[in-house]
Structures are given as structure tokens and as C-alpha cells.
């Protein structure tokens, strides 16, 4: 039988470490991309034409570690109630043992998926920019595009994929009970497991930064605000059907002229 007192106590302990490692990585992120906003728009991309030339390691590096960055300062909010979910059910089950390397893990694991999104996402305004079809600003330059991805993402929180892939994100203490795995690498399993099911919640809303602007900030700050308050409060369900309408009704917009 544990000690009330004594877990207790290393929970607290346990959590404030954990919070303050994550508030550090994301503050510095958030920090790095407001910097990257504030440069000239020359700097994100765009072209006055297409461009046949191959890719560049260069290009598709710079590319990458943006959206590398990217991911990191929206999704470390999200994923944070599920790092202090594992980290007291590894303190609980075994008191003596620190729950810092499972959740290590975890979060390595679930980087790994987003870092895989990132690279496609690279992949993706590099071909953009090629075609010039992405502006300095880091948005679509065809209505029609960006129509059909306000559409596709409209669709996709409708969708019973997304409902199945988002009962999982809002249910952290029924996964880890059901499905727990012991050590770093248990960690990396189930936090790669979890970060499968958060990129099928959520891979379509980050497409839209190509609509709303690949270095918003204001974007960024609001679909994380919205994705936090999707996965983590009672209205969850509301929130999502009332976004999938409103972005199919600025699809009609735009596709009709609208700016």
C-alpha cells in the first residue's frame, strides 16, 4: 500500500518538473517562430513564377525544421495533460521508480509521428513554392485551393474517423489503463500510438496553415487554443461539428470570391 502523503507529494514534485521542461521548449519555440514571422516575407517562400529547378537539401532542410518547430509549439500544449496522466500512473505504480524516463518516451515517441507530418507538410510548400502557388506571406495564391482544403478540412470533422481518432485523444487515464507499457520504450510505443491517433484528429486543421499563412502566428495560437479546448473539455463535440460548418462555409466563400 503506497502513502497517501508520499505519492502525493512526489506527484507534485513529478508534475513540477514536467511543467516546467514543457513550458521552457515551448516558450523557446513560440519564441524562434515569432522571430521567423517577424523576417521579411521574402524569407518564407514564394515566387513571381514556376520554377523548374529540383529541390535543394538547403531548401527542404530550412523547410523542414519550420514546421519541425512548428509542431512543437502547438502540439506540447495538446499533449500535455497526457504526459501528467502517465507521469502520475507511473508514480503510482511504482513509487520509488522517477516516471521522467517513461514519459521521455512518450513524448519522443509522439514527436517522432509529428516530425513525420512535418517532413510531408515540407515537401508540401516546397512544391507550392515551386508552382508559385504559395505567396511571401506563406498562403495560397488560388481560391480554388484553398477552397477545396477549407472544404476537405470542413468535411473531415464530420467524419467518423475523426470522432473515433478523437474519443481516444480526450480519454488519457482509460488508455494508460488499458494499455500500459513499462520502460522508456513502452513509453515510446504508447506515446507513438498516441500521436498516430492525434495526427488522424488533427492533420487536416494544420493543412490550413497553407490558407491562413504558414508563419500566422495568430493562426497558430488560435488552432492550438481550439485543438486544447476540442480534446479537453465537455463541449469537445460541439466545438468540432460548430468548426467543420464554419470552415465549409468560408469554402463556399472563397470559392465564390470572397477574400
Same mark, same amino acid.
Given at each position: 500500500?503506497?502513502? =497517501?502523503?508520499l ?7 513529478? *508534475? ?9 521548449? =515551448?516558450?523557446?519555440?513560440? /519564441? +524562434? ?6 523576417? %521579411?516575407?521574402? #524569407? ?5 513564377? %514556376?520554377? %523548374?529547378?529540383? &529541390? ?14 512548428m509542431?512543437? =509549439?502547438?502540439?506540447?500544449p495538446?499533449?500535455? %495533460? ?5 507521469? *502520475?500512473?507511473? @508514480? ?24 513525420a ?9 516546397v ?40 474519443? +481516444?485523444? @480526450? ?5 494508460f489503463?488499458?494499455?500500459? @507499457?513499462?520502460?522508456? &520504450? ?6 507513438? *500510438?498516441?500521436?498516430?491517433? #492525434?495526427?488522424?484528429? #488533427? ?24 485543438l ?6 465537455? =463541449?469537445?463535440? /460541439? ?21
Open positions: 500500500m503506497i502513502p =497517501a502523503e505519492l502525493a507529494s512526489n506527484v507534485r514534485r513529478d *508534475r513540477a518538473i514536467l511543467l516546467a521542461g514543457l513550458l521552457l521548449v =515551448a516558450g523557446l519555440a513560440w /519564441w +524562434h517562430l515569432a522571430g521567423m514571422a517577424a523576417a %521579411p516575407a521574402a #524569407c518564407h517562400g514564394g515566387m513571381a513564377g %514556376p520554377d %523548374p529547378r529540383p &529541390w535543394t537539401v538547403a531548401e527542404f532542410g530550412a523547410a523542414a525544421a519550420m514546421w519541425v518547430i509542431m512543437v =509549439a502547438m502540439m506540447l495538446i499533449v500535455s %495533460p497526457w504526459l501528467l496522466a502517465l507521469s *502520475r500512473n507511473a @508514480r503510482q505504480r511504482e513509487l520509488d521508480v522517477t516516471p521522467l524516463p517513461a514519459v521521455g518516451g512518450f513524448l519522443l515517441g509522439y514527436v517522432t509521428v509529428w516530425v507530418y512535418s517532413l510531408l507538410a515540407a515537401a508540401g510548400q512544391a507550392l513554392q515551386r508552382s508559385a502557388l504559395l505567396s511571401g506571406e506563406g498562403t495560397l495564391t488560388s481560391p480554388y485551393l484553398s477552397s477545396a482544403l477549407l472544404a476537405v478540412a470542413g468535411a473531415y470533422q464530420w467524419s467518423p474517423f475523426r470522432d473515433a481518432c478523437m474519443t +481516444h485523444c @480526450r480519454s488519457p487515464f482509460a488508455f489503463l488499458t494499455s500500459w @507499457r513499462e520502460g522508456s &520504450w513502452g513509453g515510446f510505443t504508447m506515446g507513438a *500510438r498516441h500521436g498516430i491517433y #492525434c495526427a488522424g484528429c #488533427c492533420w487536416a486543421l494544420m493543412a490550413l496553415s497553407f490558407v491562413f499563412g504558414v508563419m500566422s502566428l495568430a493562426w497558430m495560437a488560435g488552432l492550438t487554443a481550439f486544447v479546448l476540442e480534446k479537453t473539455t465537455s =463541449a469537445g463535440p /460541439w466545438l468540432g461539428r460548430v468548426g467543420g460548418g464554419l470552415l465549409l462555409c468560408a469554402a463556399a466563400w472563397v470559392a465564390v470570391g470572397g477574400p
